[in-house]
C-alpha cells in the first residue's frame, strides 16, 4: 500500500488519541487501535517505515508504531 | 384499500389503562377505557357497518352508517365516536338500525357507478359490502339527477389512479395524509354537493405536494383511489407478510399476489416498525423484481475486456472457485476477500462471512456499513458496549425534545420521519442539526424550535458546544451519570468540555453558528424530561464520524437520557440490513455478536462448530482493499450485493484497484457498476424470491417470505453454500432458518432467535436470549451493556480537505425519497417520474456569481476528479455549500468525492468535499466515459 497513505491514516489515529492528557495513554491507545483494526500488512508497512524513517509520523504516531515495532 | 387479510376494526386501540365493562349485542367484554363502541363491538365480532372509519385513523363521524342503540339514551349515535362506558348496553342490530342505514346507503349509492363487476375493487370495496349486507341493489332516488359520473380521471401519479366518480367523500384519504404520512398535501374542496378530494391547490396528484406514500389508496374504502396494478393484473388472491427491502426503517408489507405475480405491497396494520404505513419505494417501487435487465444467467469472462459468455450455474461457480484458489495458490491466502450486502439477509451475509473466514481462510471481509454506519459501531461500543441503537421507533412518542443531526427522515427514511412529526405535532420540541435545510425545519404543523445550520465537517465542534452548555449552566443529570456511568472518566471529559475553547462563543467562528442558538438548543434539550437524539450519515461520513457518535453519546449520558423510553441515541440506518450485516459478523476484526477476533475464546467456539482453524489478526477493510489492489496484494473479491464501484469514494482510485484485481466475482440482481470489472457474473434474488430475515434500525429482526421462486434458479444463500463447496469447504444447509439456529448458537445477543419464534411474536428486538427471551425494546435499562457507561474525550480536530481558491465551493451530499441508494432498484421502477437525474444544489449567491442558473449543466471539479450536473438554485443550501445525490451513475458524483475517511474506521468522508463548480455547455470527461463502458460490458442478450 502507499505508505503516504498509511502514514496519513496512523496520524489521524494519532490525533484522536492525543486528547488525552496522559501521553502514555494517548500512545497506548493509539498503538492499540493499530492492533486491533489494522490487517497484518498495514502494520508491518508502517513498522518498516517507521524503521527506515518514519518520515511523515507525528510524534504520537511515531511512538504508538514504535510499541508495535517491539512487539513484533 | 388496506390488505385482503385484514380485520378492520374501525378505530384505533386505545391505551388507557383503565378497563370499562360493556355489553355489546348481549356479549359482555371488558376494554380499555376510550375504547369506541365500534372497536369494541369487533372484538366480540360484532362488526358494525362503517364506511368514513377505519382503525389506522382517529374517528370522525361523517358517513352515518354505524349508528347503533345503547340503552338508557335517546337517538341513535355513531358508534365509532361514541366511547365505551362502564356497565353500558349497546345494540348493534335492529330492524330500526338496518332502515337508518339502508337509506344512508341508498343516498351514497344513488351517485355511485353500479359496475361494480368491472370495478378493479370488485370483492374488496367496503361500499360494495356495506349495499350488499343491507341488500342495496337500487335506490329510490334514482339515478338521473346531478352526479360525479363525468368527472375526469387524474392518472397523474405513475402507481395509482383517482376516480372522482367512485369517490364517497368520506375523508379517509384525507385524514391519512394529514393523520398518518403528515404531509397534508389533500383536503376536500367545495360544499356540500360539490366537495372533491383536491391535490394541493387543484393539481394533479403528480405535480403536488403529494409524496406518494399510498397512505390515501390504503385508507379509501372503495376504488376510488386505487393502484394501477391492480387495475392491470386483478384482484389479489394471496397475501404474505414480508419485510421491505429498501430503507433501515424495515416496514413489515403483505404481499399480495395473483397467480403468482406481484398486485401489489400492502403495508401491514400489525407491522412493528410501520403500523401500516409505508412510503413511494417500499409502497410501489417494486417492479424492478421483474425489469427486463435483471441478469438471469451466470456469466463468465478470461478478462474484463473479454465480451460475457452465459453458462450454467455449475461452470461458473467451478469457474469462480477455481480462480479464486489460483490466487490464493500464487499470491498467498490473505490475497482475497469478501463484501457481504446490506440489502441480504442477515443468514446470507452470515454465510458469506464464514465463506471467507472459514472456505478462504482470511478475515478479509467487510460490508458496505463501512462506508455508512461503521463509526456508529466504533462510537456506540466504545461509548455505552454495543454496537446498535437504543430504542424502538416507537419511543419517539414519548421524547419531548429531539435532535435530528446530520439526517433527513422525510426523505430517508419517511416512515419513521411521519411518526416523528406525529409526534411534534403533539408538542415536542425539534432540534436541527444540518448545513441544509432539511423539510423537517419547516412543513406544514412541524417546524424546529432551533435550526443549528453548521458548516460541513463542523459536528464535533457543535456537539462539544452543546455540552459545553450542558456542563457549565449546570444542566447535567450527576446523579444518573455517578449511578450508570464511569465517574472518573465524567470528571475527565468535564474538565475537557468545560473549557472555554468548546464554548458557543469560541466555536462559533468554526461552525458559523451563532453562539445564543447553541445555548438555546442545549438548555431545550436538557432541560425536558425526554430528551431523544436521531442521527445518520451526516454524523457518520466524516474525518471526525466515531468521534462525533462519540459527542452524541456523551450527550446522551451527561444528561441522563439513556435506558427508557422516550430518550436515547438512534442511528438512521441507511439500508435495510445494515444493522444486521454488522450483527453478523461482515466486519474484519469481528466475528457475529462485534467479538474480536483475537479472543480466543470466541475464535475457539468458531473453530469448533466450522470444525477449521480461523485467524486471529484483523482482515481488510473495503478501502485498504483497494490499496492492497494497487500494491498488488489483493488479487479477488467475492462481492454479494454491493456496488462498490458507484457507491465507494474516489472513483477513479476505486476503478483502478477494480482493474487491477485479477478475479471479481459479482453476485446481484443487475449488471451494476461493479460488474464492469468482474470475471464472473452470479445472478442475485430479489427479497421477493428468498426466505430470511432482516434487521432495522431498531434492532427488529423481521422475516422476508418468499412470494416466488428465485428467478435465476438460486437463491443467494444457495450460491454461496455452492461456492463454499466448490472450494473444498462443504455447507450444509436445507432452508436458512437453519443458518439462523448456527447463528443463534454462536451469538449471545441472537441465543433465543428462531423462524418460528419470529413467526410467533411478528418480530423480535435483539438481544434475545434467557434473560429476554422475548426481546428487547429499549436497551441499557438498568445498566449499560459495558457495565459503566464511558465519556470519552471529543477534541474537534478540522478536515484536512479545505477550500481553497481553487476549489472554493464544500460539496455534501445526500439522499432524495424517490431513489434509494446507488439507484439500483428505484431508478428500473417508475420512481423516475419525482426524479430521473441527481441535481446540483447551489445557493443563488453562488449561482449568480457563476452566470448559472437552475437546469444549467455545472462541471464540478474537485481533487480527485470532475463531473457533470444540472443546477438547482435553491436557498436549502447556504452560500459557499453545494449539494448532490448520488443515486445515478452517470452523474459521478463520487467522482469527485476524495478518500479522506474516519480516523477509526475508514468510513469515507463523503459529507465534505471542496470543488469548484462552472457552468459548461458540453459534457465532460466522465459522461463520456460512463457511456462507452455501458457499451462495452452490456450483457451478450443486451
Excluded at chain 1, 498495514?42 to 508495535?68: C, P
Excluded at chain 2, 453458462?311 to 463484501?339: C, H, K, M, P, T
Aim: aromatic share 8%.
Amino acid at each position: 500500500m502507499q505508505i503516504e497513505r498509511l502514514v496519513v491514516m496512523a496520524n489521524q489515529i494519532a490525533d484522536y488519541f492525543a486528547a488525552e492528557p496522559d501521553r502514555q495513554e494517548a500512545i497506548a491507545g493509539a498503538a492499540g487501535h493499530l492492533r486491533r483494526f489494522w490487517d497484518p500488512r498495514m502494520r508491518k508497512q508502517i513498522v518498516d517505515h517507521f524503521h527506515d524513517s518514519g518520515e511523515g509520523l507525528n510524534e504520537i504516531a511515531r511512538e504508538a508504531v514504535a510499541r508495535l515495532a517491539q512487539s513484533r | 384499500m388496506y390488505s385482503i387479510d385484514h380485520h378492520d376494526r374501525g378505530t384505533p386501540a386505545s391505551a388507557d389503562s383503565t378497563l370499562v365493562t360493556v355489553e355489546i349485542d348481549g356479549r359482555s367484554l371488558t376494554v380499555p377505557a376510550g375504547t369506541s363502541i365500534m372497536r369494541a363491538a369487533s372484538l366480540v365480532d360484532q362488526d358494525v357497518p362503517k364506511l368514513c372509519a377505519t382503525d389506522s385513523l382517529e374517528h370522525f363521524g361523517s358517513c352515518r352508517l354505524c349508528l347503533v342503540e345503547v340503552e338508557g339514551r335517546r337517538g341513535y349515535p355513531a358508534s365509532c365516536t361514541t366511547p365505551v362506558a362502564d356497565g353500558m348496553k349497546v345494540r348493534t342490530q335492529s330492524d330500526k338500525l338496518s332502515r337508518l342505514r339502508k337509506h344512508v346507503l341508498e343516498l351514497y349509492v344513488s351517485d355511485h357507478p353500479l359496475d361494480c363487476v368491472s370495478c378493479p375493487s370488485n370483492g374488496h370495496c367496503e361500499l360494495q359490502d356495506m349495499a350488499e349486507l343491507h341488500g342495496v341493489t337500487g335506490t329510490r332516488y334514482g339515478f338521473d339527477g346531478a352526479n360525479h359520473q363525468q368527472a375526469e380521471i387524474d392518472a397523474s401519479n405513475p402507481y395509482f389512479r383517482f376516480d372522482p366518480s367512485l369517490c364517497i367523500v368520506c375523508s379517509r384519504c384525507v385524514r391519512a395524509c394529514d393523520e398518518i404520512q403528515g404531509t397534508f398535501a389533500l383536503t376536500i374542496d367545495g360544499r356540500g354537493f360539490a366537495s372533491v378530494v383536491s391535490a394541493s391547490q387543484h393539481e394533479s396528484f403528480l405535480a403536488s405536494e403529494c409524496v406518494s406514500c399510498g397512505q390515501c389508496v390504503e385508507a379509501c374504502p372503495t376504488a376510488a383511489l386505487t393502484e394501477k396494478s391492480v387495475v392491470e393484473v386483478g384482484a389479489a388472491e394471496q397475501a404474505a407478510t414480508t419485510t421491505c427491502a429498501y430503507c433501515g426503517v424495515g416496514c413489515s408489507f403483505k404481499v399480495e399476489t395473483r397467480g403468482g405475480q406481484v398486485v401489489r405491497m400492502a403495508p401491514n396494520r400489525d407491522g412493528h416498525a410501520n403500523h401500516g404505513h409505508a412510503c413511494v419505494k417500499g409502497r410501489f417501487a417494486f417492479g424492478y423484481a421483474t425489469h427486463p435487465e435483471r441478469v438471469l444467467k451466470p456469466m463468465i469472462r478470461e478478462s474484463i475486456a473479454d465480451p460475457w459468455r452465459e453458462v450454467g450455474w455449475e461452470e461458473a461457480i467451478a469457474y469462480a472457485a477455481a480462480r479464486f484458489r489460483a490466487l490464493q495458490d500464487r499470491y498467498g491466502r490473505d490475497s482475497i476477500g469478501g463484501i457481504t450486502s446490506s440489502r441480504c439477509t442477515n443468514e446470507e451475509s452470515f454465510l458469506v462471512q464464514k465463506l471467507v473466514r472459514a472456505a478462504f481462510g482470511t478475515n478479509n471481509v467487510d460490508t458496505c456499513a463501512r462506508v455508512c454506519h461503521s463509526p456508529t459501531g466504533y462510537g456506540l461500543k466504545s461509548t455505552l458496549g454495543e454496537s446498535a441503537g437504543t430504542q424502538a421507533f416507537d419511543s419517539v412518542m414519548k421524547s419531548d425534545a429531539i435532535i435530528v443531526v446530520g439526517a433527513n427522515p422525510t426523505e430517508a427514511h419517511p416512515v419513521f420521519a411521519s411518526r416523528m412529526k406525529q409526534r411534534l405535532r403533539q408538542g415536542a420540541r425539534l432540534i436541527v442539526i444540518d448545513p441544509r435545510e432539511i423539510a423537517l425545519v419547516r412543513s406544514p404543523h412541524v417546524e424546529a424550535d432551533v435550526h443549528l445550520q453548521l458548516r460541513p465537517g463542523t459536528n464535533v465542534a457543535i456537539i462539544n458546544a452543546l455540552a459545553h452548555v450542558v456542563v457549565t449552566e449546570g444542566l447535567t443529570r450527576d446523579q444518573y451519570v455517578h449511578d450508570r456511568c464511569e465517574v472518573d472518566s465524567y470528571e475527565k471529559w468535564k474538565g475537557f468540555i468545560a473549557d472555554p475553547k468548546n464554548s458557543p462563543e469560541a466555536t462559533e467562528a468554526v461552525t458559523g453558528v451563532p453562539a445564543e442558538l447553541v445555548r438555546k438548543a442545549a438548555r431545550i434539550f436538557a432541560g425536558v424530561p425526554n430528551g431523544a437524539i436521531y442521527y445518520g450519515l451526516g454524523v457518520t461520513e466524516h474525518s471526525q464520524g466515531s468521534t462525533m457518535v462519540m459527542g452524541i453519546a456523551n450527550l446522551a449520558m451527561a444528561t441522563g437520557n439513556l435506558g427508557r423510553e422516550g430518550v436515547g441515541v438512534n442511528p438512521l440506518r441507511g439500508q435495510n440490513n445494515v444493522q444486521g450485516a454488522c450483527d453478523m459478523g461482515s466486519f474484519p476484526h469481528e466475528f457475529s455478536g462485534y467479538r474480536h477476533v483475537s479472543d480466543p475464546a470466541v475464535r475457539g467456539l468458531f473453530e469448533s462448530t466450522w470444525g477449521v482453524r480461523l485467524q486471529a489478526e484483523p482482515g481488510l477493510r473495503i478501502p485498504n482493499m483497494f490499496d492492497a489492489a494497487l500494491d498488488g496484494s489483493f488479487k479477488g473479491l467475492y462481492v454479494q450485493g454491493e456496488d462498490i464501484a458507484q457507491s465507494d469514494p474516489n472513483t477513479a482510485h476505486v476503478f483502478a484497484a477494480l482493474s487491477a484485481m485479477e478475479c471479481v466475482v459479482v453476485q446481484d440482481l443487475f449488471l451494476n457498476e461493479t460488474a464492469k470489472f468482474a470475471h464472473v457474473f452470479l445472478p442475485g434474488a430479489s427479497f421477493l424470491e428468498k426466505d430470511g430475515t432482516f434487521t432495522n434500525a431498531e434492532r427488529r429482526i423481521s422475516r422476508v417470505r418468499k412470494v416466488m421462486e428465485p428467478r435465476a434458479g438460486m437463491g443467494d444463500w444457495e450460491v454461496t453454500v455452492a461456492l463454499s463447496n466448490a472450494l473444498g469447504y462443504p455447507m450444509h444447509y436445507d432452508h436458512p432458518s437453519e443458518i439462523m439456529d448456527e447463528i443463534a448458537r454462536l451469538t449471545p445477543t441472537f441465543t433465543g432467535v428462531t423462524f418460528e419464534k419470529i413467526d410467533r411474536l411478528g418480530s423480535i428486538q435483539w438481544p434475545c436470549n434467557d434473560r429476554a427471551p422475548e426481546g428487547t425494546p429499549t436497551m441499557h435499562v438498568d445498566t449499560f451493556v459495558r457495565g459503566k457507561g464511558k465519556f470519552l474525550l471529543t477534541e474537534y480536530l478540522p478536515t484536512s480537505e479545505r477550500t481553497s481558491s481553487r476549489f472554493p465551493l464544500i460539496l455534501t451530499t445526500g439522499r432524495i425519497l424517490s431513489q434509494y441508494n446507488v439507484g439500483a432498484q428505484t431508478r428500473r421502477t417508475a420512481n423516475v417520474a419525482w426524479s430521473a437525474e441527481d441535481l446540483l444544489e447551489m445557493h443563488p449567491a453562488d449561482a449568480e456569481a457563476r452566470g448559472i442558473a437552475s437546469g444549467d449543466w455545472v462541471g464540478v471539479s474537485s481533487r480527485a476528479g470532475s463531473t457533470l450536473l444540472r443546477a438547482e438554485v435553491t436557498e436549502r443550501v447556504q452560500p459557499g455549500i453545494v449539494y448532490t445525490t448520488f443515486h445515478f451513475p452517470e452523474s459521478g458524483a463520487n467522482v469527485v468525492t476524495t478518500e479522506n475517511s474516519d480516523w477509526a474506521t475508514n468510513c469515507p468522508e463523503y459529507k465534505v468535499t471542496a470543488v469548484q463548480a462552472v457552468r459548461v455547455t458540453e459534457p465532460v470527461s466522465w459522461r463520456q466515459h460512463h457511456q462507452m463502458l455501458e457499451h462495452v460490458h452490456a450483457a451478450p442478450n443486451r
